[in-house]
């Protein structure tokens, strides 16, 4: 069974740090295009970045840039997002999704087949 299981998230205040991982099971990542993904209440899932199932192709959203890196472990079928310096406005359940595929990474959330659960993120002091 194809699974994503994100983990990581939890409560920080502005100006700090957290490590996502989007975990995989009954499959390898190596040949899947991944995207972190997030949704705030009351709002549309938001693109945040992704990464080719090479590495060698990244992409984030203009509201991340600086702060958010994306990185992937295939010996650990893992696949990571380091946010920095975060802000309240990035209060939002945060979704790892999986697609098939090589090429250069994109963010649209129809793209993608696999989806996690999604991991809360809270940013306050």
């Known amino acids: 069974q194809v699974q994503l299981v994100e983990s990581g998230g939890g409560l920080v205040q502005p100006g700090g740090s957290l490590r996502l991982s989007c975990a995989a099971s009954?499959?390898?990542?190596?040949?899947?295009?991944i995207g972190w993904f997030r949704q705030a209440p009351g709002k549309e899932r938001e693109g945040v970045s992704c990464?080719?199932?090479?590495?060698?192709?990244?992409r984030y959203a203009d509201s991340v840039k600086g702060r958010f890196t994306i990185s992937r472990d295939n010996a650990k079928n893992t696949v990571y997002l380091q946010i920095n310096s975060l802000k309240p406005e990035d209060t939002a359940v945060y979704y790892c999704?999986?697609?098939?595929?090589?090429?250069?990474?994109?963010?649209?959330?129809?793209?993608?087949?696999?989806w996690g659960q999604g991991t809360q993120v809270t940013v306050s002091s």
């Open positions: 999704a999986a697609v098939r595929g090589g090429g250069l990474c994109v963010l649209y959330p129809i793209l993608f087949a696999s």
């Open positions: 009954g499959f390898t990542l190596d040949y899947y295009m």
């Open positions: 990464i080719s199932s090479s590495a060698g192709s990244t």
